[in-house]
């Protein structure tokens, strides 16, 4: 396992920009971040991943039907 700082980062539709509308930060122990965030949303139906990696972070945004967006950054620490 690895240890994170985990940024999450929520979006709304309908705020009208671009910045987050919440931003949560932690550090976490951490086997796999891609599985880590598929299990958050394992009851969620109607729902996709996208996994990026940006400046040496892991990033995954799990788009959701209606628009919203919730945006996980894993830095290694």
Do not use: W
Request: proline residues 4%.
């Amino acid at each position: 396992m690895k240890e994170y700082e985990i940024v999450k980062e929520v979006f709304n539709p309908c705020a009208g920009d671009q910045r987050p509308d919440t931003c949560e930060i932690e550090e976490r122990m951490v086997e796999d971040p891609e599985s880590y965030v598929k299990e958050l949303y394992r009851h969620e139906s109607h729902v996709e991943f996208l996994c990026t990696e940006q400046a040496g972070s892991f990033v995954i945004e799990v788009l959701f039907d209606s628009g919203r967006k919730h945006r996980y950054t894993f830095s290694a620490l």
